[in-house]
């Protein structure tokens, strides 16, 4: 059982910065992709960003040029740095791991984000 730890949530104002991180208790050779989501009180959950082991990113496009998803291989752990933040992404944000083709999840980690 593959274990996703998030961390760096937390209250910010409007326009401000955060970064997430997730560590993965598999080694880096067995993940092969990484990746972020987020669900907001009463919505459906939604794809964010992702990492594909090789380093190919993709990104929602409401995220484009205000977030980076990263990933250090030596400790399996993956990032989101987030600028600009705005209240309407304030939701619970979730990591997602697919290691040796099973799909992991995190328990998320709150982020809110006042006006």
């Known amino acids: 059982q593959v274990q996703l730890v998030e961390s760096g949530g937390r209250l910010v104002q409007a326009g401000e910065s955060l970064r997430l991180s997730c560590a993965a208790s598999a080694s880096a050779h067995e993940t092969n992709a990484m990746g972020w989501y987020r669900q907001a009180s009463g919505k459906q959950r939604e794809a964010v960003a992702s990492?594909?082991?090789?380093?190919?990113?993709t990104y929602a496009d409401s995220v484009k040029g205000r977030f980076t998803i990263s990933r250090d291989n030596a400790k399996n752990t993956v990032y989101l740095q987030m600028n600009s933040l705005k209240p309407e992404e304030t939701a619970t944000y979730y990591c997602?791991?697919?290691?040796?083709?099973?799909?992991?999840w995190g328990r998320g980690t709150q982020v809110t984000v006042s006006s």
């Open positions: 990492i594909m082991s090789g380093g190919y990113k």
């Open positions: 997602n791991a697919d290691v040796g083709g099973w799909n992991y």
